[in-house]
């Protein structure tokens, strides 16, 4: 080819769809929104019903993980996702998904060697470094306070 | 009259001129694939994505059977002596399975999306240098199979990126033998592909990572046969979709010369209704080309809508974990010219 890397990189630049960033920004914005928005009233129900706040800390991201793996075994929440980007994906909506669709991906490998193995497949550099952070986070405040 | 053998000729390397007759062919889709504009040209389809099995694998293998089965019918035949399959799982799962139901000798293949443009090119120099008497081939893809083991899995709540093909979920099985009549479709020529590898690295760009692979091996056949696009009715690429086309034809203009706008077109673009259906910029996966070659190109030939075609099948040769490693996308591109007899 006379073509170059460089050049063949510039040309498929310019066939390739830009990304729809605008639209995406607002549809995250707005679904995003409306689950942490969810989350809050699942709050203001449980402060009316006299819940202590421990209880409710506990309550409000329990209800909402049932209610993503609820909708990822429903086989709606990739249609969400699919519309809404980051704003269902971010949230602890998103990490839900990651782990019920997974599970849900293997479970004809058998329950230990398919659904057990692979259910941390998306979720666990989430995990792993998530607890590296709060190690490193922990630390700092233990010094510093 | 019988048309009879011709021997097998070595035009340039990996170009060689045969002749091997098509005796019949089958395409089964699923849903998606029936609901696009070759639905009513399908030997069966599929509603639902399962098929009827408990993993996608299986149903995968489903496809290939059914495919199979039709073909062999169309053909008039019970067995082949020769058979040439490939599909997108690891090892190269459902031509196996097919074939442990089946018993024919068989010969498993992988080129990615080129697989079934591989597949025929083998099959049809099995069948015209006698080597065999009776040589099927078929390939297949099925998009949940391949979301899994590529990508991710099938209820993970992400987003596409524009450039992104849809893998279909269909088979398609053609039969091959050495002498056939007029009306037959045949294989003239088989090229086989060198491996291209233009520095693209985000697996969502397969179009562009395989357009050069076509490229390659336009030129390589258009040069060993002296011939020019304008002498086929179609040159017909094997899912580079809307991207990947646009750019083999900038590079047609730029490296040869040539304007193939009014004679290439793309086989993940005529699967789907583009722009209609959800499959991003076009349909990919082996079993696109093959539904869509078992379906719509070799009726054509058959009934002389069509009288020669150029079918390069194109692949983007990465694993799953290759691109995580830092690496480059490997493209092929293989191919054959189908005529009528």
């Known amino acids: ?145 | 009259m019988p048309t009879m053998t011709q021997p097998i000729q070595r035009l340039a390397p990996g170009v060689i001129k045969c002749a091997a007759f098509v005796l019949g062919q089958a395409a089964v889709g699923g849903r998606q694939e029936a609901q696009g504009p070759l639905g009513p040209k399908f030997a069966e389809t599929f509603g639902r994505a399962e098929l009827g099995e408990d993993c996608w694998e299986m149903a995968e293998t489903h496809l290939q059977q059914a495919a199979m089965r039709h073909a062999l019918r169309a053909a008039n035949r019970r067995a082949a002596d020769l058979h040439f399959g490939g599909d997108l799982l690891n090892q190269c799962s459902a031509t196996n399975f097919t074939m442990r139901e089946m018993q024919f000798p068989v010969a498993g293949l992988y080129s990615a999306c080129a697989t079934f443009a591989e597949s025929l090119a083998l099959a049809a120099l099995a069948a015209a240098s006698g080597a065999a008497e009776c040589v099927s081939a078929c390939v297949s893809s099925h998009f949940c199979a391949a979301e899994k083991q590529f990508r991710f899995p099938l209820e993970y709540g992400g987003q596409p990126t524009p450039a992104s093909q849809r893998t279909a979920t269909a088979a398609g099985a053609v039969i091959l033998g050495p002498e056939g009549s007029s009306g037959h479709a045949k294989i003239t020529h088989a090229i086989f592909g060198r491996v291209v590898d233009m520095g693209i690295k985000d697996a969502n760009e397969m179009g562009a990572a395989m357009a050069p692979a076509a490229l390659d091996t336009l030129k390589r056949f258009l040069d060993a046969t002296h011939t020019m696009p304008g002498d086929y009715d179609m040159i017909l690429t094997g899912d580079l979709g809307a991207v990947g086309s646009a750019l083999l034809l900038k590079l047609a203009r730029r490296e040869l010369g040539l304007e193939l706008s009014g004679v290439h077109r793309d086989c993940g673009m005529l699967l789907y209704h583009a722009g209609e259906q959800d499959v991003g910029v076009g349909g990919s996966g082996a079993g696109c080309s093959a539904a869509v070659v078992c379906a719509e190109i070799l009726p054509a030939l058959q009934s002389g809508s069509l009288r020669a075609v150029l079918l390069l099948g194109t692949g983007a040769l990465l694993s799953a974990i290759s691109p995580l490693q830092g690496e480059t996308i490997p493209a092929i591109c293989h191919g054959v010219r189908l005529t009528r007899a």
């Open chain 1, 1 to 145: 080819m006379q073509t170059s890397r460089e050049d063949y990189k510039k040309m498929v630049k310019k066939a390739t769809p830009p990304s729809a960033h605008v639209q995406h920004w607002i549809l995250s914005f707005l679904v995003g929104g409306a689950i942490c928005a969810l989350g809050q009233g699942i709050r203001l129900l449980c402060e009316a019903q006299k819940v202590d706040e421990e209880t409710i800390r506990i309550i409000v991201p329990c209800a909402l993980v049932a209610l993503s793996a609820l909708l990822t075994a429903l086989g709606l929440f990739d249609k969400i996702g699919k519309f809404a980007g980051a704003g269902s994906a971010v949230p602890i909506t998103g990490f839900a998904n990651s782990i019920v669709s997974s599970a849900m991906e293997h479970r004809c490998e058998g329950l230990v060697l398919g659904v057990g193995a692979n259910m941390f497949k998306l979720a666990g550099p989430v995990l792993a470094y998530g607890t590296a952070v709060c190690t490193i986070y922990g630390l700092l405040y233990l010094i510093f306070q």
